[in-house]
């Protein structure tokens, strides 16, 4: 089985910067992914890491230690619209199902 | 506008009732997907069809009866239910499970709640 840790909630301000924190103990390791879900409407994918390092996509990016067991979202210049909740998967390499963390509730104040 | 259509968007039923979730997807997918979203907690998958051949029960109760009578479309016939039932059902799809499934795509979910 896979055990997926993300903190619950985090609170920034629009303009900043968080960094939501994703730690994994699984008995394989094919690639973790970062969803996004607004309330009341579908989780959207956001990232896909399989190699260790950085992966940027405009505001966001996600990084991944895979001899850690850790990943990060990083969301930049923050805006309303970034409240959300993002969950945070790792796929195994037995059966490819994703596991997902609890998920992290992000409030953006202005 | 999502990929994965979900209906009804919201379902309350008692205890006794007997109702189905509808789950379509127009993307060409192969995979199809139910998850029970609780607040709160991780996602829990409940069921995967690959080509209309179901692949994974993840130990649901029987009180839950998946049908998927081709790629594009998926139900989840609900029946006696608990009010410990009570949460967003997800479906999802995807190219295809197992070594070539690519990202999947949600749908907004199924708001069920039982009294």
């Known amino acids: 089985g896979q055990n997926i840790d993300q903190p619950t909630e985090m609170t920034a301000t629009e303009g900043a910067i968080v960094q939501i924190n994703c730690t994994y103990q699984?008995?394989?390791?094919?690639?973790l992914f970062w969803y996004q879900q607004h309330a009341g409407e579908a989780p959207t994918f956001l990232s896909y890491n399989v190699l260790d390092g950085l992966e940027e996509k405009g505001r966001f990016s996600s990084f991944l230690s895979r001899s850690k067991g850790y990943s990060y979202l990083l969301l930049k210049e923050l805006q309303m619209k970034d409240s959300a909740s993002y969950l945070c998967?790792?796929?195994?390499?037995?059966?490819?199902?994703?596991?997902f963390g609890a998920g992290t509730t992000v409030t953006v104040r202005a | 506008e999502t990929g994965v259509t979900q209906t009804p968007r919201h379902l309350v039923m008692g205890m006794t009732n007997k109702k189905s979730l509808k789950c379509e997807q127009h993307l060409g997918h192969n995979a199809m997907y139910w998850y029970k979203q609780s607040a709160k907690k991780p996602l829990e998958l409940m069921f995967v069809y690959n080509f209309k051949e179901q692949t994974e029960n993840n130990s649901v109760p029987s009180r839950f009866s998946p049908e998927c009578p081709n790629s594009s479309h998926l139900f989840l016939h609900l029946h006696t239910l608990q009010p410990e039932d009570s949460a967003l059902y997800l479906c999802a799809s995807s190219q295809q499970a197992g070594p070539g499934a690519n990202v999947l795509t949600f749908g907004a979910g199924s708001r069920l709640t039982v009294l």
């Open positions: 699984t008995s394989g390791f094919n690639g």
């Open positions: 998967a790792v796929r195994d390499p037995n059966d490819y199902k994703l596991s």
